[in-house]
């Protein structure tokens, strides 16, 4: 989903200790990449290797997102924003 680039792109890195909490705004989608090591992604783990995602729809409401390191460190992108197109349907 190509973002428009005038929205956020975020990028943390951070350790197995650390918890993030990344609040965003409302009405946008959310997706993010980790770009080194394994980062749980809400409760889901995310290698750097993998094919797939976490894609958060656009809520009314804002929303959190959780980040943690497994098992040493990690880096992840966050992107949120509309996207250039249109899903077809």
Known sequence: M???PSYGIRS????KVSFLYEDFSTGL???SRTIYGTARVDS???GHNELKLPVFPAL???QAITLQALPRS???MLFAGPPLHA???
């Open 2 to 4: 190509p973002l428009r």
């Open 12 to 15: 943390s890195a951070f350790n």
């Open 29 to 31: 989608p959310i997706c």
């Open 44 to 46: 889901e783990d995310f």
């Open 60 to 62: 009314d409401t804002p």
């Open 74 to 76: 990690a880096k992840v």
């Open 87 to 89: 899903p077809s349907t």
